[in-house]
């Protein structure tokens, strides 16, 4: 995530014009900065692809095997090769904002993948007692409010100065006004996970207290940068922090609904 938030903050969207070599008939690119950062992403890819083999490679020879974590390791595989495929359509579309942003939404849902089956293997169960449904409901409302901020900040992005390249199409929106909706949806979520917490406060649900504090201190961080780094003319290392936290941010998130439906 946050290579990839480099190569569009850095301006080196179109580093390598080829893919998958970096030029045509070149696999790495020259010595001039923009085609490293580019191509460093692509090796960083690589290095996910290998940690994805590892866990396919440990769930299928597991024994007994587990038909949980062979599908969901299997999941990875999937999407990995989506993004290759993206990443390969990003470059020959000259960085489409649409494409950049489905490229960013399924490193998302990669992260939510990889969180459950590493829930799943780790056999994290929460041993507290069943959370009761309208909680449980609570915590989905949590979730789905949090998907719906990332979806509006990568329209915010795609609206934004940094599309990789100083020459690329950038959204037809107005820069203020979409960050203003996705200002309403990150309220929005502190609003429902405050309501949340203060539900869950004094009650034997101690472990989903504790990781619904946690992501109200990771949310409000956030938000935090993000107001920052807009009121200063959206500088690219506070962009990059912004980056980290929507990740942060998206991880707590996944685990909080993880903690509602796993409980005994």
Not at 84 to 106: C, E, K, N, R
Not at 177 to 193: E, N, T, W, Y
Request: proline share 4%; hydrophobic share 45%.
């Amino acid at each position: 995530m946050i290579t990839g938030g480099a190569v569009r903050l850095t301006g080196s969207g179109l580093g390598c014009s080829d893919w998958p070599n970096c030029e045509p008939g070149q696999l790495v690119p020259k010595a001039n900065i923009h085609g490293w950062v580019e191509f460093g992403n692509r090796l960083i890819t690589g290095l996910v692809s290998i940690a994805v083999i590892f866990a396919v490679s440990g769930s299928l020879l597991r024994y007994p095997r587990d038909k949980s974590l062979t599908s969901w390791s299997l999941g990875l595989v999937v999407g990995v090769i989506i993004q290759i495929i993206l990443g390969a359509i990003t470059v020959v579309t000259h960085l489409s904002p649409p494409i950049v942003m489905a490229h960013f939404l399924v490193s998302m849902v990669l992260i939510w993948n990889a969180v459950v089956l590493e829930a799943k293997a780790s056999n994290n169960r929460n041993k507290e007692k069943a959370t009761l449904p309208y909680t449980k409901m609570h915590c989905w409302l949590v979730g789905t409010t949090t998907a719906i901020t990332v979806f509006t900040g990568t329209i915010v992005t795609a609206s934004g100065p940094h599309g990789g390249d100083e020459n690329v199409n950038r959204l037809n929106f107005d820069l203020p006004d979409v960050a203003r909706i996705h200002g309403v949806s990150v309220f929005l979520l502190v609003f429902v996970l405050a309501g949340l917490n203060l539900r869950l406060k004094g009650t034997q649900q101690k472990n989903l207290y504790h990781s619904t504090k946690t992501m109200l201190i990771v949310v409000v961080a956030q938000a935090a940068i993000g107001y920052v780094q807009y009121f200063n003319q959206l500088p690219p290392l506070l962009v990059a922090c912004h980056i980290a936290g929507a990740t942060a941010v998206w991880i707590s998130s996944v685990r909080l609904v993880l903690k509602s439906v796993t409980s005994n």
